[in-house]
Each structure stands twice: as C-alpha cells, then as structure tokens.
C-alpha cells in the first residue's frame, strides 16, 4: 500500500513567499554547478502553437529531474500553456508536479505547479540580477504586465534597492492596473510607459515577459553596463543583443539551443556554445565571474528550468511531511 499526498495551490501560496523561493532557487543553480542533477531537456506536446493541426493554440511540456545533495529529490513536472485562455477565465499557464522516493520510484506527493511556475520564474531572474546587474541599479524596465511582469518586479525588489519601474503591456489598462498595485505594495514610483523605447532608455535593468516572438528591445536603447532578461520561450530581443553583448548568458544551454530567445539564431549556425559566456549555475557556484565591471552589458537568457520546480516542491514536502499531511490517498 502506498500513500500519496495532495498538496493544494492553496497551501502552496501560504507557504512559499518570494524571498524564500529565491533562497532555494539558487540553491538549485548551486547543486547544478556541483554537478549534482540530472535533468533531460524539455519534451513539448505541440497543440498548435507552431502547428496547423490540432488548432487549439497551447503546448504541454514535460520537465523531469533529479536534484542530489540536501534535495534529494526526483520528480516532474507537467505544465501547459493556451493563449486563449484568459478569454475563458483560466490562466494562460497551469502545471502539476509529481514527485518520487529516488530510491524506490514510490509515487510520494502531487501538488499545485501553477504558482511554482509563477514564482520560481521571478526567483530565477532574482538571481541573475544578484550576479549579473550593476550593484547601484536602481531603475527596471519591464515588457509585459502579466502574471510574470508582477513576479519579476517583485523579485528585482528583493535583491536590489529599487527606486523606480517602467512597464509597458499591449493592454494598456493591464499596465495601470500593474502601476496602481505595485506602486502601493512595493513603495516605489512606477511609471506606464507608450514605447518600448521609453521603457528601455533609463533602465538598469531590462526584462521581458511576453509571448510575442518578435524583437521588442533594441540594442542601441539600452544603457552602457545595462543587464537584459530575456525570459521565458520565445524570441523578444534583437538580435545584435545576444550577438554582440559583452556577455551572454543561459540557464541551460541544451534548453537555450533548442527553444526560446536564442533558438533561429543557433539554427542559422550564428550561435553556437562557444559564445556562451557561462551558464547561470557555473557562476552561482563560483566556477566562473558574473559581472565583472559597470561598464559590462550583459544579456541572459532564462528559459526556466524543471529542476527549480522539483527544488522547490521537495523543499515543502518536506516541510508538510512534517507538519503532517491533511489529505491521503492510498493506492496499491
């Protein structure tokens, strides 16, 4: 007889807060550096995003992995995404995840992805910024006033001393309406902005939140010893960012190469893994510098990694496992 948990989405946001997920995040990119996962690249189920048939405009990704040292831990998760899905009053991403005893395969907690996914995608770019951004940056630029655009705020907040955010959205009100709450939650001036330019042009730090797959920052806008995030699967940059950067840097460079901001340009043979400057883990551990001067512009590329949503749920199945589970379920 085995016992499974559920752990609602419910629990999962009492639980972690942004501060925390950032604290085990890179910890993750620190067990990657010491060479202590495994983690298979993204398989994708293609419903039509890329494809004429089926045409229900989403995709589903499988990302398991497997996190040695303190974690311990084997899982995945299944995670999706439909564009029209906010027309229908659901969110555009939704996710599971599945753990296991690595030991056994024994089947030990299903538990809410969605607002994982949410939250560890800030708690990643929080970490680039702590190694990769000038340390007197004070000014962010964001592309997308979506669910990312607010946790990528939130995570820029709690790494730097953020005085001031531009944010742009092809919905206008859903900028405002992002200007309005996060002005008064964070305590800083947030200013909604008409252009990208506008956006780009005084900030220290540039992020993109969108789906749009196509360049919406321009290499000449952005600030000498600037840091530009590019996060997320689709391709938002111009193209002489990534090429001509001072450093360019990935997450996962088998991830990067086969999806996401640096996808026709490996393609096209322009980029190959020489010009990677280090993967984010190699610099959390110390392998390699991250910013090394504030004259530096620096690109990364982050398109979110299985092993940070396997970190971060076996780090609160530990915690409910002690506090004790409220449901059970038994299967043979």
């Known amino acids: 007889m085995t016992e499974i948990a559920l752990i609602t989405q419910q629990e999962v946001v009492k639980k972690l807060n942004m ?10 990119f620190q067990t990657h ?10 398989i994708t189920l293609d419903l039509g995003e890329s494809n004429d048939w089926p045409p229900y405009g989403g995709s589903f990704n499988a990302m398991p992995a497997y996190l ?6 084997s899982g995945i998760k299944w995670v999706w995404g439909f564009s029209d899905n906010p027309k229908k009053g659901l969110p555009y991403i939704s996710g599971t995840i599945l753990l296991n005893d690595p030991r056994t395969g024994e089947q030990l907690v299903m538990m809410d992805g ?12 929080a970490v680039a910024i702590k190694y990769l951004a000038r340390k ?11 669910v990312q655009g607010r946790m990528n705020l939130y995570a820029a907040k709690e790494v730097l001393n953020i005085e001031k955010a531009y944010i742009i959205d092809i919905q206008e009100k859903t900028a405002l309406s992002f200007a309005s709450d996060l002005s008064k939650e964070l305590g800083i001036e ?3 902005k008409k252009t990208n330019k506008e956006v780009v042009e005084n900030a220290d730090i540039v992020i993109t939140t969108t789906i749009a797959n196509e360049p919406l920052v321009m290499n000449e806008w952005l600030k000498e010893g600037s840091l530009v995030l590019s996060i997320g699967s689709f391709i938002e940059l111009d193209e002489n960012i990534p090429l001509y950067t001072d450093k360019l840097i990935v997450d996962c460079w088998e991830q990067n190469s086969h999806r996401g901001e640096l996808l026709e340009l490996v393609k096209a043979g ?7 400057y280090a993967e984010l883990p190699e610099i959390v551990a110390g392998l390699k510098n ?11 590329c982050l398109i979110g990694m299985g092993s940070a949503d396997i970190g971060i749920a076996a780090t609160l199945y530990k915690e409910f496992k002690e506090e004790g589970f409220k449901r059970l379920f038994h299967i043979r």
């Not at 501060?19 to 993750?28: G, L, T």
């Not at 969605?114 to 770019?125: H, L, N, S, W």
């Not at 991250?290 to 990364?300: L, Q, S, T, V």
Request: glycine residues 10%; aromatic residues 2%; proline residues 1%.
């Open 19 to 28: 501060r925390k997920a950032i604290d085990i995040v890179e910890k993750v």
């Open 33 to 42: 550096g010491e060479n202590q996962v495994l983690m298979p690249s993204k």
């Open 68 to 73: 040695g040292n303190s974690f311990d831990m």
């Open 114 to 125: 969605a607002y994982i996914t949410d939250i560890r995608t800030g708690a990643a770019t």
């Open 136 to 146: 007197d940056s004070k000014t962010v630029g964001i592309i997308g006033a979506g």
């Open 190 to 192: 947030i200013l909604v």
């Open 270 to 276: 322009r980029i190959t893994k020489e010009n990677i």
């Open 290 to 300: 991250g910013r090394e001067n504030n004259k530096e512009k620096i690109c990364a």
